[in-house]
Each structure stands twice: as structure tokens, then as C-alpha cells.
């Protein structure tokens, strides 16, 4: 048997392996690989896997095919941080835009969008703001304004092929706040559209709740803790939220949870 006739076999295998009854498995497997040369086994694992990292997927067969498919080619998890004090200030200005790119089919982070954003109505931030969020004066000085920020992220939409009408994909956010109330809310002060990818998204905490059958009062502090996850980075942080985000979407798709979009149609 060639090495090519040896591939196709098991490939044949792998695709048909389900249909086999849990007797049959093994003793097909071994009277397969007892028709390949040697190392053939070794060499079609090797294409396997490049073919796979080629499509963008770098995973393993068995990693893929451990948890359910997902409705969405592509989660974009965001969590924004803005201008804030005790009592709140008015109008809030978003100051932090982070974005991660999460692989529907491998619940893997592909790509990053992670941006300061000047405020221009409250220029300067309020101690209590730094010390909730982190960010400190100098990281939003000289920074893009939201329009310019905004234009960056159609930018990277388009770069890394979101905005293709066969590409499926849809925002992620721990609450609805970002979304519904504080993007359109500063859009709408400053009298800047809101592009229509941003007008429907997947809220985590409904997610989680229809998921593990509880609402989660502290978010991601109460979703970490209910899934046994260790936090990452600091609370308030925008791209560190995005991370926890990003991680406990991964842990409930491998327990075989199937994401749907939360929002109602603007």
C-alpha cells in the first residue's frame, strides 16, 4: 500500500469512524494501520495538523471535535472602560477599547484590537477612576478620539475578513451596558454613527445563567468562581475582562453549550 493509498484510508477512517459500533472501533483502527507502511501514521498526523493550522484553527482533531459547533464563525469579545466617578459623571466617555477575536470552532483568541481613547468633554480622569480601572492619566493623553478609534476598528474588521457577509460573527459582552447604552449613548453626543455590526451581541451573564441554571450578581468575579477559574489579571482592566471573557466562553463550550445572540434586533 502506498503512503498516499494509506492517507486516504485513514482519512476514510476518520470521517466514518462515528458510523462504527464501539466493538468494531478497535479492530478496524488496528487492521487499518496494519496495512500502512511504516511511519505513515506519524506522516498523515503531520498534514493533519497543517492543514488544520493553515485554516486558522490550530487545534488537534480531538480538541475540535470535543465540544458542540457553534452557531458564529467568529466571537468578538469586548469590554469597554470609561470616564467615571462617585457620583457619576456626565456625559461617560469610553477610554479603553479592547477586542478579542475568538475562534468559533476552536474557542481559541486569533487576533487582538486593544486601544486608549482620548475623553474630550472630561479630559482629565478622576482619582477614582485610575483606581478602579487601572488606567492612569498619561496611557489617554495625545491617545485617538472614539471617531478615530471607531474608524480603526472597521479597519481591523475588514483586515481580518469580518465584515465578508459569509463570515458569521457576533460580539460578546459581560452585560449589556457596553452596547446598548454606552456606545450608541457617546455615538449619539457626539453625533457619529453606530455601524451595525455593534447592534447585536451575545451577553455573557444571560449565557451563563441558561447555562449553569444561576445568575451571576458579581459577573465575571461569580462566573470564574462558578466554574472553578482562576482570574485573570485585574477586575476593571477592559482587555484583562475580555480575557475571563474569552476563558469562560471556552470552558462553557467544552461542557457542550451552544451560544446564541441575547440582544434584541435594534
Not at 82 to 89: E, G, N, S, V, Y
Not at 183 to 208: E, H, M, R, S, T
Not at 240 to 250: F, L, P, W
Amino acid at each position: 500500500v502506498s503512503d498516499a493509498s494509506g492517507c486516504s484510508m485513514i482519512a476514510l477512517f476518520h470521517t466514518g469512524a462515528a458510523k462504527f459500533s464501539q466493538n468494531l472501533l478497535p479492530r478496524t483502527r488496528r487492521a487499518v494501520c496494519s496495512l500502512l507502511p511504516a511511519g505513515a501514521l506519524k506522516e498523515y498526523s503531520s498534514i493533519v495538523s497543517r492543514k488544520l493550522a493553515s485554516h486558522g484553527f490550530g487545534a488537534s482533531m480531538a480538541a475540535m471535535s470535543s465540544f458542540p459547533p457553534q452557531r458564529y464563525h467568529y466571537f468578538l469579545v469586548l469590554d469597554f472602560e470609561a470616564t467615571c466617578d462617585k457620583p457619576q459623571i456626565h456625559p461617560q466617555e469610553i477610554i479603553e477599547f479592547p477586542i478579542l477575536k475568538l475562534n468559533g470552532r476552536t474557542m481559541e483568541i486569533e487576533s487582538t484590537f486593544h486601544m486608549y481613547v482620548q475623553p474630550v468633554v472630561h479630559p482629565q480622569l478622576t482619582p477614582f477612576c485610575t483606581e478602579l480601572t487601572g488606567i492612569i492619566q498619561g496611557m489617554v493623553d495625545g491617545q485617538p478620539s472614539l471617531q478615530q478609534v471607531l474608524e480603526r476598528v472597521d479597519e481591523w474588521m475588514a483586515k481580518e475578513g469580518l465584515l465578508d457577509p459569509s463570515v458569521k460573527s457576533i460580539f460578546v459582552t459581560c452585560g449589556d451596558w457596553d452596547l446598548k447604552v454606552m456606545l450608541p449613548g457617546q455615538c449619539q453626543y457626539l453625533g457619529l454613527p453606530v455601524a451595525d455590526y455593534f447592534k447585536q451581541w451575545i451577553n455573557l451573564k444571560k449565557a451563563y445563567s441558561f447555562a449553569m441554571g444561576s445568575w451571576p450578581k458579581n459577573g465575571l468575579l461569580d462566573m470564574n468562581k462558578g466554574l472553578n477559574l482562576q482570574h485573570i489579571g485585574r477586575p476593571h482592566s477592559g482587555i484583562d475582562d475580555c480575557k475571563n471573557i474569552a476563558n469562560i466562553m471556552k470552558t462553557l463550550a467544552h461542557r457542550g453549550f451552544i451560544f446564541k445572540q441575547t440582544s434584541k434586533p435594534f
